[in-house]
Structures are given as C-alpha cells and as structure tokens.
C-alpha cells in the first residue's frame, strides 16, 4: 500500500494517478473538513475519478497523531505531502503542521513498519534569509534524517502546472495587478521553476529505488532565470504588457512591516509577509545533479512547461 498524505492538492492527486497507473494500492489521506472532499466544484470532481479507479480514501490529520494508525496501517510506503504553505496570518502553523506533523507521520509511520518515506520538503531550506516557513521544513528535514526509518528527502523549487502550484499562482496574481510590477532588489535572485509533472516523475523514481535511500535531492527546474526574467516571461505567456521595475530592499522591508500593521488593524489577510519578502530576494536555481543521475531525473525548461499553460485571465489574441 502507497499512503499519501495531503493527497488531495494537484501534487498529491497527480501522484496517485501515476501509481495507480504502476497497478500500486493507493490510499490518500485528506482532512474530515477538506473541502476537496465534502463538495468542492471542480476539484471533488476529479478525486471521484480516482475514488472510481480504486483511490482508498481516509480522514486524517497529521496534527493528530491518533488519527493515523489506522491510515498508515498496511503501509509499505509514505509520500509525505501534507503540509502548510502559506500562512500570513497564523504563521506559527508552519511548526503544527510542517515540523509537528511531520514527526506525527515518522511515529506513526515507524509503528506501522514503514519500509521508506519519502518526505516532500522545500528548497527554500537553503535560504540564508530563514522564514517561519523554511525554518519549518528545515527542522522537518532532520527529524526525518534522525527518524530510523529509510528515508527520502526531495526539495522542489517552485512549482507549477496548469491548475496551480499555491506560491506560484500568488506570484501571477500579483503580475496581474496594477499598471507596474515592483520587485526587490531588480529581480535579481536566480529562479529556476519545476513543472508538477516532472516532480512526479521524480517522487516514483525515488520509490523503491536503493540509490534514493537515506538521500537528500533538490528538484529544481530544467532552466535558471533572475525572477525579473521570470516575470517577464509569466506577463508575456499572458500578453499583459507591463513594466517590471526593481525596488530597494529597504523598502520592501518597510512595505512588510506596513502590510503586517495594516493586517492587524483590519484583521485581513497579509498580502505581504516576511515570507514573501525573502522569496522575492534568495535564489533558488540550485543544481540537482545528483537526481539527474540517480532518480533519472530531466525537468523541462520554464519556457517549455510554460507554453502549456492557461493565460490566467490575460489578454488573448487569435
């Protein structure tokens, strides 16, 4: 049995595809309250497809350890997905979820005989500027390393597909807004976005695979490119002419502590978090030389992934 936590996303849903396609037993773990499940337009629609080709899916919360004896019991192996990405206004959810769940899942996992889990964490870990999020996954990281089980650890850069990819989609939202795009320090960070699919790819290749055992790959993208270079791509895809201008990062400093004063005022959401400020200035194009060769691992470039995109409500032209 292949258990997948947070298996409802893009990522967990596509994932499931493919092992069913492999003939594997799958079991997708969700939340009670996921709204994915309970009657969400669209997205309910495709995992009943999968509920029809043999989908087990279970409620349960990886905040809870009690809940998942029972979903990881038969396991053989865990796709570790379930995770909080965003959090702008209760950030200390990165550490319930990202750090305290994880360690829910290795207990749990590690009762059940687990014979590898295979743990989805981030490339932001290796920021110098560390966020509450990249903290997270970064003390999720050597939890798994200390755990005893057989273990794999993937770092996706940015990821993206045709329905989503959560910090890439916030990224085009933000493209699309006003009549210029402002970005720290020039844009000048290196970007190198990995399309879902071929994260897929790699997350199989890693299953079972001895030369993936007890090892840690970073998944970045076919290409590196500046985040100004990005956008530029992103705003032409979507045929938005638009200026990208480059903002000091003192600035950008100050437009986070005003958004965050602005939040707690209004009790709306931060638009702007310390989180977002250092996605914006560390790079993230590092090399994944070692998943090249050990999980046959060959991403495509941003500017292909990029032409199978939809236009995300831009201009479109015959």
């Given at each position: 049995m292949q258990v997948i936590t947070g298996g409802t996303?893009?990522?967990?849903?596509?994932?499931?595809?493919?092992?069913?396609?492999?003939?594997?037993?799958?079991?997708?773990?969700?939340?009670?309250?996921?709204?994915?499940?309970?009657?969400?337009?669209?997205?309910?629609?495709?995992?009943?497809?999968?509920?029809?080709?043999?989908?087990?899916?279970?409620?349960?919360?990886?905040t809870r350890f009690e809940s998942l004896a029972n979903a990881f019991h038969g396991a053989e192996r865990i796709f570790h997905l379930a995770a909080i990405?965003?959090?702008?206004?209760?950030?200390?959810?990165?550490?319930?979820?990202?750090?305290?769940?994880?360690?829910?899942?290795?207990?749990?996992?590690?009762?059940?005989?687990?014979?590898?889990?295979?743990?989805v964490s981030s490339i932001s870990v290796h920021y110098?500027?560390?966020?509450?999020?990249?903290?997270?996954?970064?003390?999720?990281?050597?939890?798994?390393?200390?755990?005893?089980i057989p273990f794999t650890i993937l770092r996706p850069s940015l990821a993206y597909c045709e329905d989503g990819g959560v910090?890439?989609?916030?990224?085009?939202?933000?493209?699309?807004?006003g009549r210029m795009a402002f970005l720290p320090c020039r844009g000048a960070a290196r970007k190198s976005p990995v399309h879902v699919e071929d994260l897929i790819q790699a997350f199989i290749s890693a299953?079972?695979?001895?030369?993936?055992?007890?090892?840690?790959?970073?998944?970045?993208?076919?290409?590196?490119?500046?985040?100004?270079?990005?956008?530029?791509?992103?705003?032409?895809?979507?045929?938005?002419?638009?200026?990208?201008?480059?903002?000091?990062?003192?600035?950008?400093?100050?437009?986070?502590?005003?958004?965050?004063?602005?939040?707690?005022?209004t009790g709306k959401a931060n638009a702007f978090t310390y989180q977002t400020f250092t996605g914006f200035l560390e790079s993230a194009d590092f090399p994944c030389d070692d998943a090249r060769r050990d999980l046959n691992y060959n991403p495509r470039t941003f500017r292909k992934g990029l032409s199978g995109l939809p236009r995300w409500g831009g201009e479109t032209r015959g």
């Open positions: 996303g893009s990522m967990g849903r596509r994932l499931a595809r493919t092992l069913l396609a492999q003939g594997k037993k799958v079991r997708v773990l969700h939340l009670p309250d996921d709204p994915a499940i309970n009657g969400g337009a669209g997205v309910s629609d495709q995992l009943q497809e999968l509920l029809r080709a043999g989908v087990e899916f279970v409620p349960a919360d990886v990405l965003l959090a702008p206004r209760n950030p200390h959810l990165f550490a319930k979820v990202n750090l305290e769940g994880t360690r829910n899942a290795l207990k749990a996992a590690r009762n059940a005989g687990v014979t590898q889990f295979i743990h110098k500027r560390e966020n509450a999020y990249s903290e997270s996954k970064r003390k999720a990281e050597t939890a798994v390393r200390e755990c005893g910090e890439f989609m916030r990224f085009v939202e933000y493209l699309q807004r299953a079972g695979n001895p030369l993936a055992i007890d090892r840690i790959y970073d998944l970045t993208g076919g290409e590196s490119m500046s985040l100004k270079e990005m956008a530029g791509m992103i705003l032409e895809h979507m045929r938005i002419p638009k200026v990208v201008m480059g903002v000091p990062s003192s600035i950008c400093r100050l437009g986070v502590w005003a958004s965050a004063l602005s939040s707690f005022v």
